[in-house]
């Protein structure tokens, strides 16, 4: 059976910094969560995010019979300028190598997924283990900090998985304790409640902002470029 040291092994052959699994199934709460930013129009412009929520919020709406989302993460240092390719090329290499040593079968719809679908994938990342949802409301890995991108495969087959399993809210981060440096930093006031306002995110109405990465703690000595 497939297990997550193999998932380890084969993804650090091809490039990634890290993975995880988790089996696939509806997103409570984070579907209630999602609706809530969204009834309460938090969401500024970004009116695709209303559409198709049942395969936002269930990747089996996605592919059919999936049982395993397998995460995978690549530092900003290792994906270059175009992480999208650099992702999807490294999923699809993953995969390559899954089918050629028998461990999956393959799939006949799209089952890679980096930005391109209707996919919770940092929900997907904490339910994997790979870290938590800090007060800037970025992934935080415990080790890779926040500047990382995510890619998934989504898999036909159950993964066995052997190591301790973190499985993290995506509401909450423990991690960040009494730390408020990127509440404080934000230039336009978008952290500091519940909910993240992209009405008020610089990066979403102007122009490029990394400051509540920036200022982070968890990024210290990291790569951002
Ligand atoms: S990207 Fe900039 S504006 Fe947006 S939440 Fe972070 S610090 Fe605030
Ligand atoms: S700056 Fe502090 S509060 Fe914000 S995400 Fe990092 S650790 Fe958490």
């Known amino acids: 059976m497939l297990s997550l040291e ?10 990634f910094d890290d993975c995880g699994v988790a089996p696939a199934g509806y997103l409570e709460p984070e579907a209630r969560f999602m609706d ?20 936002r919020y269930d990747p089996r709406e996605l592919v059919k019979n999936a049982q395993s989302i397998v995460v995978c993460v690549l530092t900003y240092e290792h994906s270059g300028h175009d992480y999208h390719r650099a992702i999807k090329s490294k999923l699809y290499e993953l995969e390559a190598l899954l089918l050629q040593q028998g461990l999956i079968t393959p799939c006949d ?8 679908a209707p996919f919770l994938e940092r929900a ?14 970025q992934l935080i890995h415990p080790t890779l900090g926040s500047y990382v991108h995510l890619g998934e495969l989504v898999l036909k087959e159950p993964v ?25 930093a934000c230039p ?35 790569n951002h470029e």
């Open 188 to 222: 336009g006031g978008a952290l500091g409640q519940p909910q993240w306002d992209a009405r008020k995110c610089v990066a979403y109405t102007t122009h490029k902002c990394t400051v509540c990465q920036q200022v982070c703690p968890m990024n210290k000595g990291k």
């Open 36 to 55: 809530e930013w969204l009834r309460q129009g938090l969401h500024g412009n970004m009116s695709y995010l209303e559409r198709n929520r049942s395969l």
């Open 6 to 15: 193999i998932l380890q092994c084969l993804t650090s052959k091809v490039g």
């Open 160 to 184: 066995e998985q052997t190591t301790v399993h973190r499985a993290l809210s995506t509401v909450n981060c423990s991690n960040c304790s009494d730390c408020t440096l990127c509440i404080d």
């Open 124 to 137: 997907w990342a904490v339910k994997a283990g790979l870290g938590q949802v800090g007060k800037n409301h």
């Open 109 to 116: 719809t799209q089952n890679k997924f980096c930005d391109s």
